[in-house]
């Protein structure tokens, strides 16, 4: 049964291309639907059946993400060929569809993610040009306005100590697959860029500053769960 909602950009040249690629079997990949951009949607797999859409990653701790998510391929050509906005038509019809199948599968908002969430190191989609405010506003993921970066100190590759630690708890308790080890780590910077990509669009550089710390405490704060630590760059 599935609990979360996986979103992808197709990644090719046109959604024509992309639409005989799902279908045809040497791709050894599928996706349960391809959203074109006039907003047409259309089912490739049937939600109760595995699609291969996500590949190798994990999130809170669970691998084998095909196995429990519903795969929505968007169609942009994505960061290699001529990434851009995705039309608003198109939105709509993500969200129409996010809403749908959150209702059928009572899959929580927070379990609406980015393919780059579940493989930092191997994915950038749908990257950060895609509206996940839009998304929250219609019903649909979690999120918070994330506050403003600044130029103020940053964790980076290479920081360690006890706020290097913190903030990858942080991260690991959303959800990221991320070790406390006390060492920013190349790990920790692909989940980091991740999660700029997803939620703090304005910078994507992989550096844990305040706004970036900020944002992520917000999220937490918006979910039942216990308390998690603090990580702060004061």
């Not at 992309?18 to 349960?32: G, I, K, N, T, Y």
């Not at 049937?46 to 169609?75: C, F, K, L, P």
Request: hydrophobic letters at 40%; aromatic letters at 8%; proline letters at 6%.
């Amino acid at each position: 049964m599935p609990d979360m909602i996986l979103l992808h950009y197709t990644g090719m040249a046109s959604g024509e291309a992309a639409e005989h690629w799902l279908c045809d079997p040497r791709a050894q990949v599928s996706a349960h639907y391809l959203v074109h951009e006039n907003g047409e949607v259309v089912q490739m797999v049937s939600e109760a059946a595995r699609a291969w859409h996500a590949g190798a990653g994990s999130w809170q701790g669970r691998e084998d993400v095909n196995s429990q998510s519903i795969g929505i391929e968007i169609v942009n050509p994505g960061h290699e060929h001529g990434y851009r906005a995705f039309p608003d038509a198109q939105v709509a019809s993500v969200i129409e569809l996010c809403r749908d199948c959150a209702q059928r599968w009572t899959i929580r908002p927070e379990r609406v993610l980015a393919h780059s969430d579940t493989a930092p190191s191997r994915k950038e989609d749908p990257g950060e040009l895609f509206p996940w405010d839009k998304l929250f506003q219609a019903g649909v993921g979690h999120w918070c306005e994330p506050a403003t970066p600044s130029r103020d100190a940053a964790l980076e590759r290479g920081s360690s100590g006890s706020e290097v630690d913190a903030f990858q708890r942080l991260l690991s308790t959303y959800g990221y697959a991320v070790d406390p080890t006390g060492t920013f780590d190349a790990a920790t910077v692909f989940a980091t860029i991740a999660f700029q990509r997803h939620f703090r669009q304005a910078r994507v550089d992989g550096r844990a500053d305040a706004s970036t710390i900020e944002t992520l405490r917000a999220l937490h704060a918006g979910l039942d769960g216990p308390a998690v630590p603090r990580a702060s760059l004061d």
